[in-house]
C-alpha cells in the first residue's frame, strides 16, 4: 500500500508498507532522499505513533542540514536569518545607549520642574522674595524700554511673550508642561527634537529669570546636558529605536567632551583652591559645613583621619586622572564612566547636593555602548531586540541606503560638533588659567559652560536662626524667643538631618550662604524677616515649622548667628538624642518690627507686609 503524507508546513513523506520515504528541498534541488524500515510487528497504534515521530525527527533532522547549506540567491537570507537567532549585543554602536541618556536626561528635568512647580511662586512670583516680574522690568529699562531681541538675547525667555497680569500661573504653566514632557520621555524611553528643545527652552526660560534662586553651577549643567540631549532625537518621529536615525558618534562624544569638562573643572580648581585639598585634611570637614547635610553626612564625618587622607586622594585622582581614560580604547573609557558613576554615588549617599551628583552621572553613562548597557533592557522583546535584529541585518550586510533627511542629519551632527568645539574654546581657556572661575557662562544660551566645586572648604558651620517673640519689648530680658524650622538645614539639636536629594529647597541652601555674610550683603533676609511679621503664608510654606501657627503674628523678629557642630558619636550628648551641639556667635541681625521695615522695603521697591 502508497500512503503519501502531506501536511501544511511539513516535508512530504511517501509510506510504502513500512518503507518510508523522506524528501527534503532547498528551493530547486532535493538535498537527500531518507529511507528507513518501519516495525512491522508493531501494533496498529504503536506504527501510527512510531511513525509520526520518526518523521517529525527526521523533519528536524533535515531542516537542521537544510539551514547549514546555504546556495544560490538565497546565501545571504540564510546567514541572516542564522546570525540572528545566535546573535549577542555587539560593541560600537548606542541605541540603546540613548534610551538611557534620555531616560536620565528626562529624570533630571522632572525633578528640577517639580521644584520649580513647587517653591517659583514663593521666590519669583507675584508676591515671591524676589518676583521676576520685577527683574523683567529693570532688565527692560537696561535695554531700551523696549521688548525686542535685546532684551531677549540678555534673557533668554518665553516670559517675555506672555501675558504678566498673572505672573504665577505662567510659571506654574512652565513648570506643568515641563513635568509632562519630561514625565513622558522618562516613561516611556521615547523622545523627539521637538519635545526636548521643548525642554530645555522652558527650563532656559525659568533659569534666565530665577534669579539668585537660580545662581548655581547644576542649573547651567542641566541646560547643557538637555541641549546636547536634542541632538540624541529624530525631529518628529516617536520610537525607542528609530532606524533611519541612528545615534550619532558625534553626539555620544559631546556627552563624553561634558563629563571630562565636568571633573577636570571640579580637580583643578581644588588644587588651586583651598590648601586643605593640598595637604589632604578638607575631608576632615566637609561632610559637616556642607550646605545641607544627610544622615550619613553625620557618620562619614566621624570616620578616621586615615580615611579622610584616601577620600582626598581618590577625589583627586577621578577627578583629574581618570577624565583621560575617555580618550583611550573602549575599555578604558567604560573604566571612566564606571567610577564617575561610582563616585557621583558616594557623594548622593553622603549628602544633599540638589540634583547636581544625579545629574553628573548622566554625561557618564555615553562611555558605554550597547553591549555595555544590554544588561538594563529585558531580551527577546522590545528595544533591546530591535537593536539585534538592527546589528544582525548590518553583520548580513543588509544595511538600508541612506535617505536624504539621513544625510541632512549627518550634516547636522558636523554642525553641532564644530559650534561644541568653537564654544569649548574660552572654556579650556579657563580650565588652564591660573585664575580659573568655576560655574560661569561664557555665551548667553549656556551651552558650553565651566563648571567646579567645593574650591574652598568652610571649616566651621555657622547658622542663621530666625526667631519671634509676642513681648512688646525685645530688650526685655523675660521675652521668649520661638524658633522657626527650616525644612532641611540645621536648626533644633535633636532632628535628624533630612535625606531629599535629587531634590532641592532653595532657600535653606541659600541661608546657609547668608551664614556666612552678613545680613546687609544678604538682604533677602530680612525680606523673609517681613514675611515672617506678617504670618505670610506663601513664605512660611517653605519652612518646615511656624512656632506663631493658629496664633497672633509675632512682634518682633531677630535673626541669631550660631556656630554648629556634630555631636561625637558616642558622647553623651549623642545618647540624648542630639545630632548637633551648637554655640551663640552673636545677633546676625537686630530684631525688627513691621512698623521698623516700611522704609527698607520702600527703599527696595519691596511689597511691604501688611499691604
Given at each position: 500500500m502508497l500512503t503519501l503524507y502531506l501536511t501544511v508546513g511539513q516535508l512530504p513523506v511517501l509510506d510504502y508498507d513500512g518503507i518510508q520515504f523522506t524528501f527534503t528541498f532547498s528551493q530547486k534541488h532535493v538535498n537527500h532522499v531518507v529511507f528507513r524500515v518501519s516495525n512491522n510487528m508493531a501494533t496498529p497504534c504503536e506504527s501510527s505513533e512510531s511513525t509520526l515521530r520518526k518523521r517529525r525527527f527526521e523533519q528536524s533532522k533535515t531542516t537542521s542540514n537544510s539551514d547549514g547549506n546555504c546556495s544560490g540567491d538565497d546565501e545571504g537570507a540564510c546567514k541572516y536569518e542564522r546570525k540572528k537567532k545566535s546573535f549577542s549585543l555587539q560593541t560600537g554602536t548606542y541605541w540603546l545607549t540613548r534610551i538611557v541618556l534620555l531616560r536620565s536626561i528626562a529624570f533630571i528635568y522632572f525633578v528640577a520642574f517639580t521644584v520649580a512647580y513647587n517653591q517659583n511662586k514663593q521666590l519669583i512670583g507675584e508676591r515671591g522674595l524676589m518676583p521676576c516680574k520685577d527683574y523683567l522690568l529693570s532688565v527692560k529699562r537696561y535695554v531700551g524700554g523696549k521688548i525686542d531681541m535685546s532684551a531677549f538675547a540678555y534673557t533668554p525667555s518665553i516670559l517675555w511673550f506672555l501675558d504678566w497680569t498673572d505672573m504665577d500661573a505662567n510659571l506654574d504653566g512652565i513648570s506643568l508642561v515641563g513635568m509632562v514632557v519630561s514625565g513622558f520621555v522618562l516613561v516611556t524611553g521615547m523622545a523627539n527634537m521637538v519635545m526636548m528643545t521643548t525642554l530645555w527652552v522652558l527650563y532656559h526660560s525659568l533659569v534666565s529669570v530665577g534669579q539668585l534662586w537660580y545662581s548655581f553651577g547644576w542649573e547651567s549643567q542641566l541646560l547643557e546636558t538637555g541641549f546636547l540631549g536634542i541632538f540624541l532625537c529624530p525631529v518628529w518621529s516617536l520610537s525607542q529605536v528609530p532606524r533611519r536615525c541612528p545615534p550619532s558618534l558625534i553626539s555620544i562624544w559631546t556627552f563624553r567632551w561634558l563629563i571630562v569638562r565636568i571633573m577636570l573643572g571640579a580637580g583643578l580648581i581644588k588644587i588651586r583652591g583651598d590648601r586643605c585639598w593640598k595637604d589632604l585634611t578638607c575631608m576632615d570637614f566637609h561632610y559637616e559645613t556642607q550646605p545641607v547635610p544627610n544622615p550619613m553626612s553625620y557618620y562619614m564625618h566621624q570616620s578616621p583621619w586615615w580615611f579622610h587622607r584616601f577620600e582626598v586622594l581618590s577625589n583627586h585622582f577621578i577627578e583629574l586622572i581618570v577624565p583621560f581614560f575617555t580618550?583611550?580604547?573602549?575599555?578604558?573609557?567604560?573604566?571612566?564612566?564606571?567610577?564617575?558613576?561610582?563616585?557621583?554615588?558616594?557623594?548622593?549617599?553622603?549628602?544633599?547636593?540638589?540634583?547636581?551628583?544625579?545629574?553628573?552621572?548622566?554625561?557618564?553613562?555615553?562611555?558605554?555602548?550597547?553591549?555595555?548597557?544590554?544588561?538594563?533592557?529585558?531580551?527577546?522583546?522590545?528595544?533591546?531586540?530591535?537593536?539585534?535584529?538592527?546589528?544582525?541585518?548590518?553583520?548580513?550586510?543588509?544595511?538600508?541606503?541612506?535617505?536624504?533627511?539621513?544625510?541632512?542629519?549627518?550634516?547636522?551632527?558636523?554642525?553641532?560638533?564644530?559650534?561644541?568645539?568653537?564654544?569649548?574654546?574660552?572654556?579650556?581657556?579657563?580650565?588652564?588659567?591660573?585664575?580659573?572661575?568655576?560655574?560661569?557662562?561664557?555665551?548667553?544660551?549656556?551651552?558650553?559652560?565651566?563648571?567646579?566645586?567645593?574650591?574652598?572648604?568652610?571649616?566651621?558651620?555657622?547658622?542663621?536662626?530666625?526667631?519671634?517673640?509676642?513681648?512688646?519689648?525685645?530688650?526685655?530680658?523675660?521675652?521668649?524667643?520661638?524658633?522657626?524650622?527650616?525644612?532641611?538645614?540645621?536648626?533644633?539639636?535633636?532632628?535628624?538631618?533630612?535625606?531629599?536629594?535629587?531634590?532641592?529647597?532653595?532657600?535653606?541652601?541659600?541661608?546657609?550662604?547668608?551664614?556666612?555674610?552678613?545680613?546687609?550683603?544678604?538682604?533677602?533676609?530680612?525680606?523673609?524677616?517681613?514675611?515672617?511679621?506678617?504670618?505670610?503664608?506663601?513664605?512660611?510654606?517653605?519652612?518646615?515649622?511656624?512656632?506663631?501657627?493658629?496664633?497672633?503674628?509675632?512682634?518682633?523678629?531677630?535673626?541669631?548667628?550660631?556656630?554648629?557642630?556634630?555631636?561625637?558619636?558616642?558622647?553623651?550628648?549623642?545618647?540624648?538624642?542630639?545630632?548637633?551641639?551648637?554655640?551663640?556667635?552673636?545677633?546676625?541681625?537686630?530684631?525688627?518690627?513691621?512698623?521698623?521695615?516700611?522704609?527698607?522695603?520702600?527703599?527696595?521697591?519691596?511689597?511691604?507686609?501688611?499691604?
Amino acid at each position: 500500500m502508497l500512503t503519501l503524507y502531506l501536511t501544511v508546513g511539513q516535508l512530504p513523506v511517501l509510506d510504502y508498507d513500512g518503507i518510508q520515504f523522506t524528501f527534503t528541498f532547498s528551493q530547486k534541488h532535493v538535498n537527500h532522499v531518507v529511507f528507513r524500515v518501519s516495525n512491522n510487528m508493531a501494533t496498529p497504534c504503536e506504527s501510527s505513533e512510531s511513525t509520526l515521530r520518526k518523521r517529525r525527527f527526521e523533519q528536524s533532522k533535515t531542516t537542521s542540514n537544510s539551514d547549514g547549506n546555504c546556495s544560490g540567491d538565497d546565501e545571504g537570507a540564510c546567514k541572516y536569518e542564522r546570525k540572528k537567532k545566535s546573535f549577542s549585543l555587539q560593541t560600537g554602536t548606542y541605541w540603546l545607549t540613548r534610551i538611557v541618556l534620555l531616560r536620565s536626561i528626562a529624570f533630571i528635568y522632572f525633578v528640577a520642574f517639580t521644584v520649580a512647580y513647587n517653591q517659583n511662586k514663593q521666590l519669583i512670583g507675584e508676591r515671591g522674595l524676589m518676583p521676576c516680574k520685577d527683574y523683567l522690568l529693570s532688565v527692560k529699562r537696561y535695554v531700551g524700554g523696549k521688548i525686542d531681541m535685546s532684551a531677549f538675547a540678555y534673557t533668554p525667555s518665553i516670559l517675555w511673550f506672555l501675558d504678566w497680569t498673572d505672573m504665577d500661573a505662567n510659571l506654574d504653566g512652565i513648570s506643568l508642561v515641563g513635568m509632562v514632557v519630561s514625565g513622558f520621555v522618562l516613561v516611556t524611553g521615547m523622545a523627539n527634537m521637538v519635545m526636548m528643545t521643548t525642554l530645555w527652552v522652558l527650563y532656559h526660560s525659568l533659569v534666565s529669570v530665577g534669579q539668585l534662586w537660580y545662581s548655581f553651577g547644576w542649573e547651567s549643567q542641566l541646560l547643557e546636558t538637555g541641549f546636547l540631549g536634542i541632538f540624541l532625537c529624530p525631529v518628529w518621529s516617536l520610537s525607542q529605536v528609530p532606524r533611519r536615525c541612528p545615534p550619532s558618534l558625534i553626539s555620544i562624544w559631546t556627552f563624553r567632551w561634558l563629563i571630562v569638562r565636568i571633573m577636570l573643572g571640579a580637580g583643578l580648581i581644588k588644587i588651586r583652591g583651598d590648601r586643605c585639598w593640598k595637604d589632604l585634611t578638607c575631608m576632615d570637614f566637609h561632610y559637616e559645613t556642607q550646605p545641607v547635610p544627610n544622615p550619613m553626612s553625620y557618620y562619614m564625618h566621624q570616620s578616621p583621619w586615615w580615611f579622610h587622607r584616601f577620600e582626598v586622594l581618590s577625589n583627586h585622582f577621578i577627578e583629574l586622572i581618570v577624565p583621560f581614560f575617555t580618550f583611550l580604547r573602549r575599555r578604558m573609557c567604560m573604566v571612566n564612566g564606571t567610577l564617575q558613576v561610582l563616585f557621583q554615588v558616594v557623594l548622593i549617599v553622603s549628602g544633599n547636593l540638589s540634583f547636581l551628583n544625579w545629574l553628573t552621572i548622566v554625561p557618564s553613562l555615553a562611555c558605554f555602548d550597547d553591549a555595555s548597557l544590554g544588561f538594563l533592557f529585558s531580551s527577546g522583546r522590545g528595544a533591546k531586540q530591535t537593536v539585534l535584529d538592527l546589528q544582525a541585518e548590518e553583520a548580513a550586510g543588509r544595511t538600508h541606503k541612506p535617505t536624504r533627511g539621513m544625510l541632512i542629519r549627518r550634516v547636522v551632527n558636523v554642525a553641532l560638533g564644530v559650534l561644541i568645539g568653537y564654544l569649548s574654546v574660552p572654556v579650556v581657556l579657563n580650565l588652564l588659567s591660573s585664575k580659573q572661575v568655576m560655574n560661569t557662562s561664557f555665551d548667553p544660551l549656556r551651552i558650553v559652560n565651566t563648571y567646579g566645586a567645593f574650591g574652598s572648604i568652610t571649616k566651621e558651620r555657622a547658622e542663621v536662626i530666625l526667631q519671634g517673640t509676642l513681648s512688646e519689648d525685645p530688650k526685655d530680658p523675660g521675652a521668649v524667643w520661638e524658633e522657626y524650622q527650616f525644612v532641611c538645614k540645621p536648626g533644633e539639636l535633636t532632628r535628624r538631618p533630612c535625606l531629599i536629594s535629587p531634590y532641592h529647597y532653595r532657600l535653606d541652601w541659600l541661608i546657609w550662604f547668608a551664614a556666612f555674610q552678613t545680613y546687609e550683603q544678604s538682604e533677602w533676609v530680612i525680606h523673609i524677616a517681613g514675611r515672617l511679621l506678617a504670618n505670610d503664608t506663601s513664605t512660611l510654606s517653605l519652612l518646615e515649622h511656624n512656632p506663631f501657627q493658629g496664633r497672633e503674628n509675632p512682634r518682633w523678629v531677630r535673626g541669631e548667628h550660631f556656630k554648629y557642630k556634630f555631636s561625637p558619636l558616642g558622647s553623651a550628648s549623642a545618647a540624648q538624642g542630639k545630632w548637633w551641639l551648637r554655640k551663640r556667635i552673636g545677633p546676625y541681625f537686630p530684631a525688627v518690627d513691621l512698623a521698623s521695615l516700611r522704609g527698607y522695603f520702600k527703599s527696595r521697591n519691596w511689597l511691604h507686609p501688611d499691604l
